[in-house]
């Protein structure tokens, strides 16, 4: 087996909020040809509302620009994947990611504000995740689970299903189908596993089953920093960021989740911390593997075309989707930054295959249970996983972490 | 690898007066209904009506108060638990209750009916 997989006990999840992989990481594809991004010169616009032509530019600020917050509520996605003038009911439209600018300019009426859709960030002013992705591996084909908002889209990495909602209401799971952190802890042998929400402040975006009914699975971001130090980081990890502006313990606490208006440094800090936190202990560094995704890409931009995919076995009907038409959760959302982080990953690794948030159950419930029987959704049956299971039989094309030797030329952030 | 120097957020970037957007909106109304099914002793500590939560500093109070009595109920539903049970009774107490026991069946013995009158006792059931 490779060392790496050999060597590797913990698997981290960091998920971010709100933003797209071209918004966030687009700019590498000058750097790295194989990182399906833009560059000046490529092809791909949007029409704005008088039918002109709009390029991507570099020209992202940290906060101040996507005011309103730019709308990804199904609707709207629909209509940012397939254009203006696109039927929901036709069975033969095809995505062409042309009404980004549309639906911005949906908000406000306002023309020249809604090209900010099209803004990227260069890639010197977000040093953290461009360097993780030049330095590990990034996933050109990671999509948002469902064209939707946040809730739904994050009940995919804790169940691999969002049991038939596209909204921002409750998840509440039938018994049969078990978050990833249930199969962990009632394993045997037992396996551990805890959300690291920011603080009790911000707290988690799971509230309606993990939060009111195990609350003991929850920690906060001060106790993963604890537990990174002291060597006690269970098998799995899910870190949720600080979701809002609000008073801590110790004084003002920036929102870091770089959900639009919030603080794109502020999220680029906090990245570089968890990194740091984990790379600063070496038995832990060598021995854990760090996701970093974002939930959905926000309403901004992206030029690749989600796939279809396996329908789930819940469905949204037309009144929940919002556009008269079943969803089967059988197609993606938008592309979003996802990056695997580990010192056994060969730098300027790129990623080709298809995945989505429902990897991430996949994943853990592979590697940590090996073959688990219990009920899991389509959608999880049949998701790609990133990191192969530990056995005799890894395939080398599609193991990740494939060095022999643990590098010791990562990167170091000052945080 | 050189140290990569991470700038940080302007300090005017913090704002907790600014208005919630509709993701903080839907965390506290799953928070407001989380809190209705707590137990009374735990929702009348939270003293924050939802409605009046208009900005990202309001609600972060509010999902605060709410997060913390969620674990405060779990926390002493779990003490009460984990409580040790009340110590056995003495032994010459069992014994007692044990010839209680003894005394009430000789005495049913003794009052259990034939099998003929069991029989009739059965048919008036059916006829009701």
Not at chain 1, 81 to 94: L, M
Not at chain 1, 111 to 128: R, T, W
Not at chain 1, 215 to 231: A, H, I, K, R, S
Not at chain 1, 255 to 280: L, R, S, T
Request: charged share 25%.
């Amino acid at each position: 087996m490779p060392t790496g997989l050999d060597k590797l006990q913990h698997i981290v999840v960091l998920m971010m909020e709100n933003r797209s992989f071209d918004h966030m990481l687009g700019s590498l594809k000058a750097v790295n040809p194989k990182i399906d991004g833009y560059v000046d010169g490529d092809p791909f616009t949007n029409p704005d509302a008088n039918n002109n032509p709009v390029k991507p530019q570099p020209s992202a600020k940290f906060q101040g620009q996507l005011q309103p917050d730019p709308d990804h509520h199904f609707p709207a996605v629909d209509l940012q994947i397939f254009g203006k003038g696109s039927d929901p009911h036709s069975n033969d439209r095809k995505p062409n990611m042309q009404g980004f600018v549309a639906s911005y300019f949906n908000q406000q009426r306002n023309l020249a504000h809604s090209q900010m859709i099209m803004y990227y960030f260069p890639k010197e002013n977000l040093p953290v995740l461009t360097t993780l992705a030049l330095e590990f591996a990034v996933f050109n084909r990671w999509f948002a689970s469902i064209p939707g908002p946040t809730i739904c889209n994050r009940a995919f990495a804790h169940y691999g299903t969002s049991f038939g909602r596209v909204d921002l209401n409750p998840i509440y799971p039938p018994e049969t189908i078990k978050s990833v952190y249930s199969r962990l802890i009632n394993s045997d042998p037992k396996r551990t596993a805890k959300v690291y929400y920011y603080d009790t402040t911000s707290s988690t975006m799971e509230v309606a089953n993990l939060l009111q009914n195990q609350p003991e699975l929850f920690g906060t971001y001060q106790q993963f920093l604890e537990d990174c130090d002291n060597g006690d980081l269970p098998d799995y990890s899910f870190i949720e960021p600080n979701y809002s502006d609000h008073q801590g313990d110790s004084g003002a606490l920036i929102a870091n989740d770089q959900h639009p208006d919030h603080n794109v440094q502020a999220g680029e800090k906090f990245i570089a911390e968890v990194y740091q936190a984990i790379k600063n202990n070496p038995q832990l560094w060598e021995s854990t593997a760090l996701l970093i995704t974002y939930d959905e890409h926000g309403g901004i931009f992206d030029h690749v075309p989600p796939p279809s995919c396996v329908a789930d076995k819940f469905k949204a009907d037309g009144n929940a989707t919002e556009v008269g038409v079943d969803f089967h959760f059988d197609r993606l959302g938008v592309r979003v930054p996802t990056i695997l982080v580990s010192p056994w990953i060969p730098a300027n690794t790129v990623d080709n295959r298809v995945f989505d948030h429902a990897s991430i159950p996949a994943t853990i419930t592979k590697f940590f249970l090996g073959d688990y029987s219990a009920d899991r959704s389509p959608r999880e049956i049949n998701a790609d996983i990133f990191i192969e299971p530990q056995g005799p039989a890894v395939d080398p094309a599609r193991n990740l972490l494939s060095l022999d030797v643990m590098r010791t030329d990562c990167p170091d952030f000052d945080v | 690898m050189a140290l990569i120097h991470v700038p940080n957020p302007p300090k005017n970037a913090y704002d907790p007066d600014r208005p919630m957007g509709s993701l903080l909106k839907s965390q506290v109304e799953h928070m407001r209904e989380a809190e209705s099914k707590l137990p009374l002793r735990y929702r009348q500590q939270i003293e924050i009506y939802i409605k009046a939560v208009r900005t990202e500093g309001e609600a972060a109070r509010y999902i605060q108060a709410v997060t913390r009595a969620i674990h405060l109920a779990h926390e002493d539903a779990e003490r009460e638990r984990r409580a040790p049970k009340p110590a056995a009774k003495p032994v010459i107490e069992i014994a007692a209750v044990a010839d209680q026991a003894a005394e009430r069946k000789q005495n049913r013995a003794r009052k259990r009916p034939t099998s003929k009158s069991k029989k009739s006792l059965g048919a008036k059931r059916r006829k009701k």
